[in-house]
């Protein structure tokens, strides 16, 4: 039987995870990622949940460990020259 309005989660789960690769250029207010934890907010990138570029420049990566000594990824924007 079909859900009544909404959207499944099929569907749901296709539009969450990264948008963007490293390396990639990007303006301001770009989104970088949606709805995942493993995801963290580094240089130049705003928001918790859905990550959003503060300003133009590069996407990039680095890695750390949390207080858990977790690995998580976290996500940096390079301002670009003037």
């Not at 503060?54 to 949390?66: I, M, Q």
């Amino acid at each position: 039987m079909a859900r009544k309005g909404g959207l499944s989660s099929i569907h749901h789960r296709e539009t969450a995870g990264v948008k963007v690769t490293g390396g990639q250029t990007v303006s301001a207010g770009t989104v970088l990622t949606r709805e995942g934890d493993k995801w963290r907010p580094g240089l130049n990138v705003i928001g918790r949940m859905n990550l959003t570029a503060a300003c133009d420049g590069e996407v990039y990566f680095t890695r750390k460990k949390n207080t858990y000594k977790r690995a998580i990824t976290v996500v940096n924007v390079r301002p670009k020259a003037n």
